[in-house]
């Protein structure tokens, strides 16, 4: 049986419409298109029901063949969300007072479908954390209201079956999957007392001893939290708005380990700098983090919170896998020009390194073979469009918004776990006819003067660190924490010391060779073996810039003048000696 083609729904300043996905790329047949402006659409979570507002009622139609379900006369709406089991539809408007309504009206809204009649109207002044978080099975569903967490059972929204009331409850994140559900609790710190998370499982939620783990720390305004698909973990990173030091305009950010089990750990990551992008990977064993100031490390990291493989330094801001957990893509996206790098993680090799200037938006779809980029607005009011990429650096399909017309959202049809199976990874770039956008070498500019010139090495304000394999059984080491790896250099250092002390009887003021390959003694004056010192050490340091040099590093001005002060050290040596 041929396996399913997804749709990519598209919407804009001229309407909305679905496509069916790679390899036709063409407008769906069975849906009608809405000519209407609509900001807000969204899919039901096993792809089989697509919702959308058009600014004058909101609509449910069935994927399969574009039949209606529902009609709502909802024109404000700006947000919807169908439960996991497509029982309930959720709309939200901005909450207004009118004079009618000064308490203004329940703006958060609760469908039943296929009925259309209203379960529950509830009040939901800011759209952030707007939508109740339902677990698979629908048997609970949890809102925060007031510093506290609202627990439902079996959508029966009359009645709250269970609370959990904690001082100044800001966020919280459910568990996916099946029972038992877990939900993630995040505090905010006050009058010096740090901030904490805590895991509990539903409904045991008596306080700190019932928390299944519990993080406390410092240096955090807001926090997100990330379960992995089993449920068996979640990965909070921690900000603040302000970094104190003065060393990130981002501010600060750390990231911290909790599982169900009561293990916590705060990631130790490589590179000072801000954390850009976490993800963790669908195996649900291993996660990946883009850190650090430009240009970003990326490292994958197992559930010991240890480094399994480094992708050296890059223009990378994010990291998307595959939904098959097979294939990752970093890319640098927002203010960096597009570039991705994408990796088989089975062999941790690069498959390919296309790039996508002015994408504001990207997305696997669901068969892991394919890419959508985009360039929506209001992020980016020019170049509007979206294209359809193979994950070998094709471009499939490129569409761009008609003059005077803005693209707002794409969004691809999801499908349950298991619809698409793992396919090998090919290295060679999927036939096209637009071709691939493989980023070609930039070279530094010379003037027209200089171009008849031979090319000379140029420098650069860093150096690009290499991707390294930093798993046990490969780099011939076990991966070891900075401190502990600081640790061990300063063992080794003694080590080292205490054999060549016992090796080398002579008196400790014996110079070393120079360069010059004569050989000195003491002069039993300190003063004058102390200037000898000096001069010794100045001239290693020459020697190793003569030795970057000849490997055809560009030198600095101060480098270049130590180097011609050689032969002047060298005189001064040796009248000192004599």
Not at 352 to 370: L, V
Not at 542 to 561: D, R, T, Y
């Amino acid at each position: 049986m041929a396996p399913p083609i997804p749709l990519l729904a598209v919407c804009g300043s001229d309407g909305t419409s679905l496509l069916r996905g790679p390899p036709q790329c063409e407008l769906d047949s069975s849906f009608q298109r809405d000519s209407r402006p609509s900001r807000c659409l969204t899919f039901s979570r096993d792809g089989t029901l697509f919702g959308w507002c058009n600014g004058h009622s909101v609509s449910v139609v069935r994927c399969a063949d574009g039949s209606a379900v529902s009609t709502l006369n909802l024109p404000k709406t700006n947000l919807l969300e169908f439960s996991p089991l497509n029982n309930i539809l959720v709309t939200w408007q901005p909450y207004t007072k009118t004079q009618d309504s000064p308490q203004g009206e329940a703006n958060l809204q609760l469908w039943d479908l296929p009925s259309g009649r209203l379960i529950k109207a509830l009040y939901q002044k800011k759209a952030e954390s707007w939508c109740p978080s339902w677990s698979e099975d629908e048997k609970i569903c949890v809102r925060s209201v007031n510093n506290e967490l609202q627990f439902y059972e079996n959508n029966d929204f009359n009645s709250i079956a269970n609370k959990l009331h904690m001082q100044k409850v800001s966020d919280f994140a459910l568990s996916p999957g099946a029972q038992p559900s877990k939900v993630a609790v995040y505090v905010p710190g006050s009058k010096g007392a740090p901030s904490f998370v805590r895991l509990y499982q539903y409904p045991v939620l008596g306080g700190a001893s019932a928390a299944l783990a519990n993080k406390s720390f410092f240096k955090a305004d807001r926090v997100n939290m990330q379960w992995n698909q089993k449920a068996s973990a979640v990965l909070v990173t921690a900000s603040t708005e302000v970094d104190k030091t003065g060393a990130s305009y981002y501010g600060e950010q750390t990231l911290h380990y909790l599982a169900a089990n009561g293990e916590t750990a705060l990631v130790q990551l490589a590179k000072n700098g801000p954390i850009y992008d976490v993800a963790w990977s669908p195996n649900s064993t291993e996660f990946c983090v883009v850190y650090g100031f430009m240009p970003a490390k990326a490292t994958v990291f197992n559930l010991k919170c240890d480094p399994v493989f480094d992708f050296g330094t890059g223009p990378r801001n994010a990291a998307y896998y595959s939904p098959q957990g097979h294939i990752l893509v970093l890319a640098g996206f927002g203010n960096l020009r597009g570039q991705m790098e994408v990796w088989d993680l089975k062999k941790y090799k690069q498959v390919s390194k296309p790039q996508a200037p002015d994408a504001t938006y990207f997305s696997w779809c669901p068969d892991g073979e394919h890419i959508v980029t985009a360039t929506c607005s209001p992020r980016l009011r020019v170049s509007n469009g979206y294209k359809i990429w193979h994950y070998t650096g094709t471009v499939l399909h490129k569409q761009d918004a008609a003059a005077g017309s803005e693209l707002w959202k794409v969004h691809w049809q999801p499908f349950p776990e298991g619809s698409f199976p793992e396919r090998p990874i090919k290295y060679q770039a999927a036939p096209s006819e637009l071709g691939t956008t493989e980023a070609a070498p930039i070279q530094a500019y010379r003037p027209p003067a200089l171009r008849h010139l031979p090319a000379t090495p140029s420098s650069k304000l860093h150096e690009d660190e290499p991707p390294q394999d930093l798993r046990s059984g490969l780099s011939g080491e076990k991966s070891l924490s900075k401190s502990a790896l600081k640790n061990q250099r300063k063992r080794e250092a003694k080590k080292a010391a205490k054999q060549e002390a016992k090796s080398d009887p002579e008196p400790a003021c014996l110079p070393a060779p120079v360069s010059n390959s004569q050989s000195e003694a003491c002069s039993g004056d300190a003063e004058t073996d102390k200037k000898m010192k000096n001069l010794k050490k100045k001239l290693k340091a020459i020697e190793e810039l003569k030795e970057q040099q000849a490997s055809g590093k560009v030198l600095q001005k101060n480098q270049l003048e130590k180097i011609q002060k050689e032969e002047q050290l060298l005189k001064e040596l040796q009248e000192l000696q004599i």
